[in-house]
């Protein structure tokens, strides 16, 4: 039962990155994604600094070039390092970031399920 | 002058009478007789000093006497006098004497209301937050000092950043130390029960009160701070996950669960050492927040100086207290046969217990996100961003057991439910639920699978909590509030998600910008001159379907110091808000304009309220037994 | 026994994570990019002089040592560094080349007339575009480059030190 619920679980997980069609919305997920660099915590998309409004402009540029959202994200980090997503990535660096929430989820419920599961008996 | 000087000497005098609080408590504490009411007294005595050494820092600001390095920091001869006066806590130093005040005031407060329990639990208690309260003083006075004497005396101050010239923003920090402080209490009473074996289900209905408070201030102090950022900051947003809404929330998180945690207890003496580590958990996360923020470890938006001496002197202090806590739990509590659950699967304590954990799981995302690239950066140098995609795709699946066990929860009886209540009726309802949400996603949204069993189980929670309302055998009513405050949350903010439309474009006075949607009319721009600043009024009508609106958007030029802000326009109507800002664009002639509808924010802030009402209604409930 | 246990995993994950924030307090928060591309970036521009568009490989010989700057009439810092490139320009070793960012023609025209030009090219970035091409993210900015590939990149204005660095690298 409960690996059916984790399963379920992780489905719904990998239902969230469905990209959006039009070039507008491709534009806005995008910057939305972006560290502006120059400001105290906000996004590209949100900011009115001169980079950002630069920035934006790049990304539009490259959309209108064919280039996919990963491919954009690939351009800005090798120029500007991997503090520019918001969205961190799944590498070698965040694979603890990612997991431990659900190791610790996981943990948890084996504690309780196993003190149910004592009380039954 | 002389305000700081006396505020300077109540502060060390304050500190010396934890001299006597400390040899009264632990001579009490060793004898056999009743309890020591010269301990009340040197508390008193305690609070009366920290309230005289802040009304000295206010009274300094008030005169604008900038001969008081704080004052001169913090403030201008301008500044109108609700500011000047909220500037006092506004600042490092200021914002760490209403720490103290809370402290002591609290434990006074303690004092008082606990006069018929057990005599050597309220002597530790004292002892607990005294510890903490010498801490503090010792802070405040070695390196934060809030009455600092530079000579010789400027006339003028450097503090008039108008960003801060707010209302909420006056408000809340005071709300969130009544929240984050207020749980220090909690904090020191378990640490004392504890040692004294003294938790039990009396001791539940006394500790319950606490929580009420300090749970009910931080809800309305994060909820001040969401509305000040959606007001003020002009990007139509009330939440961004930055580290410094972060530590706000997790302490808001653990004592949530404590509260629910101490019910059970209350009721069936049971998840006893749930409460000892979410009390210290809270109190702890409150001050590892204070760390985070004020010792410029993080980066982000808050405005305090951060001084990384300062923050080795938190560091140091939370760490003491989180290992006196620690040792005190380790050694003093005895898991005694009442640890081993009582209750079956399929009871009301089994639903608690799995929101509980829905809860922790919640805290860790948060927590783990906000200092995950702290451990990077020292482990491998490596910088990254954690940033509201992350704590999303971890957060919303969740938020759907979450939801139904909260609607369920409620039906459920104490120990063992032989059977589920009205199964067909709550099935039912289950049912309804995901069509109607099923028909809203289809037709206005994306995201298809999710946002349908999502909003599927968040009008579940809605209706459930609606229909106990008209319901005779619904006898918590603040529970049943609350809950259904939450429901309306969810509902708010994904409705919100999925039905806000936006526009922004370039524009110059004269010109109109039209698409399918709205219609709108750049018609005139004016200047005016105010008294610290010169104002650009732009003046837009906005058509759509159903109405036209006029909205009126400002850029507020400052000349000390000199910064530009955008003042946003919102109309707020009881379905959605109409909010637009213009900023300057490079050629000086066009204006960035951004249009945005949000619709249902008026009901995200009231239901926050209803939340909070809920728990009000829970505090001033008498048990008529 | 599993009390123990449990007990001095505690303690150790907080002596843990308190070494790592003592260390974090002593780590600025502010971010430098850490910029990984070596190759310089192709990019399309019109001369400042020639208002033409140059490619810009061809502006980059492969055996010699190029100066590549950001800098705008504006930009406050960029006065300070300004000696010190118009210095650098007599270097026969090196060649500056120029990326007006974010200006205004007549502004940059006189920014140059009054405190010299050292460039042998300027290029016009109007929309801020060809900087981020650069992994820049402000003014002023300047690249060191050699057989198409940035040998060095400075972070705000030249100084003393990096006078030195500069003639170092270009032996």
């Not at chain 2, 008082?112 to 405040?140: A, D, E, M, P």
């Not at chain 3, 007599?90 to 080349?97: D, F, G, P, V």
């Not at chain 3, 198409?148 to 030195?164: Q, R, T």
Request: proline share 3%; with cysteine; hydrophobic share 45%.
């Amino acid at each position: 039962m409960k690996i059916h619920k984790f399963i379920f679980l992780f489905l719904i997980l990998f239902s969230f990155n469905s990209l959006n069609a039009s070039e507008d919305e491709l534009k806005k997920n995008i910057t939305k994604n972006l560290r502006c660099l120059v400001c105290q915590g906000q996004s590209v998309y949100d900011s009115d600094s001169e980079f950002a409004v630069s920035l934006k402009l790049v990304v539009e540029n490259k959309i209108q070039q064919g280039l996919t959202e990963d491919q954009i994200y690939k351009f800005l980090t090798d120029k500007y390092g991997d503090w520019i997503l918001y969205d961190p990535k799944f590498n070698k660096n965040t694979y603890l970031l990612w997991f431990l929430p659900l190791l610790i989820l996981f943990l948890g419920g084996a504690i309780i399920a196993k003190k149910l599961i004592k009380f039954k008996k | 002058m002389i305000y700081s000087t006396i505020g300077y000497y109540s502060l060390i005098f304050g500190l010396v009478v934890s001299l006597p609080i400390f040899f009264f408590s632990i001579k009490n504490f060793k004898n056999e007789g009743i309890f020591d009411s010269k301990i009340i007294g040197f508390s008193f005595i305690q609070l009366l000093l920290v309230i005289t050494s802040f009304l000295g820092l206010i009274i300094s600001f008030i005169i604008s006497d900038f001969s008081n390095e704080t004052v001169y920091n913090n403030s201008h001869t301008t500044k109108p006098l609700f500011y000047k006066i909220s500037g006092t806590w506004g600042n490092h130093e200021g914002s760490l004497l209403l720490w103290l005040l809370v402290l002591t005031l609290f434990i006074f407060i303690f004092l008082l209301r606990s006069k018929k329990l057990l005599k050597n639990y309220r002597i530790l208690t004292v002892l607990f937050q005294q510890i903490i309260i010498i801490g503090f003083f010792i802070f405040l006075i070695d390196s934060s000092n809030p009455f600092n004497h530079i000579f010789p005396t400027p006339t003028e101050g450097l503090g008039l950043n108008p960003i801060l010239q707010d209302p909420a923003l006056a408000i809340h920090p005071p709300m969130l130390y009544l929240g984050y402080v207020g749980s220090s209490i909690i904090f020191s009473s378990v640490l004392a029960a504890t040692s004294l074996n003294y938790i039990s289900k009396l001791w539940a209905t006394h500790i319950k009160q606490w929580v009420l408070i300090s749970w009910l201030f931080l809800t309305l102090g994060i909820l001040l701070g969401s509305i000040w950022a959606y007001y003020e900051l002009g990007w139509g947003g009330f939440w961004f996950w930055d580290p410094v809404e972060n530590v706000s929330l997790m302490p808001w998180l653990a004592l949530t669960t404590l509260l629910h945690c101490v019910l059970v207890l209350e009721k069936r003496s049971t998840l006893k050492s749930w409460v000892i580590i979410l009390s210290i958990t809270t109190f702890t996360l409150s001050m590892c927040g204070t760390f985070l923020v004020r010792s410029g470890i993080l980066n982000s938006v808050h405005t305090f100086a951060n001084d990384p001496e300062r923050g080795l002197f938190i560091l140091s202090f939370l760490f003491v207290l989180i290992f006196v806590s620690l040792f005190v739990f380790f050694v003093f509590h005895k898991s005694e046969k009442e640890e081993v659950i009582s209750f079956t699967l399929f009871s009301k304590e089994t639903s608690i217990l799995i929101n509980n954990w829905l809860m922790m799981y919640f805290l860790s995302v948060v927590l783990i996100g906000t200092v995950y690239p702290i451990f990077l950066d020292v482990i491998s140098s490596e910088q990254i961003s954690v940033g509201p995609p992350f704590y999303h795709k971890l957060i919303i699946p969740f938020l759907i057991p979450f939801l139904i066990f909260m609607a369920l929860g409620p039906q459920l009886k104490w120990i063992k439910s032989s059977s589920l209540e009205g199964k067909k009726y709550l099935a039912f309802l289950l049912i309804i639920s995901f069509v109607i949400s099923f028909v809203i996603v289809k037709n206005f949204g994306n995201n298809l699978l999710i946002n349908t069993i999502l909003i599927g189980s968040a009008l579940y929670l809605f209706f459930i909590t609606v229909r106990d309302f008209f319901r005779e055998k619904t006898q918590n009513f603040s529970q049943n509030l609350a809950h259904f405050g939450f429901s309306l949350l969810i509902l708010s903010i994904l409705f919100n998600n999925i039905f806000s439309s936006e526009v922004i474009t370039n524009l110059k006075v004269g010109e109109t910008f039209k698409n399918e949607k709205f219609k709108i009319e750049f018609n005139d721009l004016k200047k005016f001159e105010e008294k610290n600043f010169l104002s650009f009024k732009g003046y837009f009508l906005i058509e759509d379907n159903n109405s036209k609106e006029k909205l009126e958007p400002e850029l507020r030029v400052y000349n000390q110091p000199n910064i530009i802000t955008s003042e946003a326009d919102i109309k707020i109507t009881f379905l959605s808000d109409k909010f637009i800002t213009m900023n300057t664009v490079q050629n000086e002639e066009y204006f960035n304009i951004r249009y945005q509808v949000k619709p249902f924010m008026l009901w995200i802030w009231v239901s926050v309220l209803l939340i909070s009402l809920g728990g009000s209604i829970s505090f001033f409930k008498r048990k008529s037994l | 026994m599993k009390k123990r246990i449990i007990s001095f995993l505690i303690i150790v994950t907080f002596i843990f994570t308190f070494v790592i924030f003592y260390k974090g307090l002593n780590k600025s928060s502010f971010y430098k990019p850490k910029s990984e591309i070596k190759e310089i970036p192709k990019f399309l521009s019109k001369s400042f002089f020639s208002k033409e568009e140059i490619e810009s490989q061809k502006l980059f010989d492969e055996n010699k040592f190029y100066l590549f700057n950001i800098w705008a009439s504006w930009c406050v810092p960029c006065r300070d560094e300004h000696p010190i490139l118009v210095a650098l320009s007599k270097n026969k070793n090196l060649n500056l080349i120029g990326l007006n960012y974010k200006d205004k023609i007549t502004n940059a025209e006189k920014f140059l007339n009054e405190l010299g030009n050292p460039y042998k090219e300027i290029l016009i970035d109007q929309d801020g575009t060809r900087a981020i091409e650069w992994g820049a993210f402000g003014v002023p900015e300047t690249f060191i480059i050699y057989n198409n590939k940035i040998v060095k990149k400075f972070i705000g204005p030249l100084n003393e030190n990096s006078i030195k660095e500069i003639e170092q690298i270009i032996q």
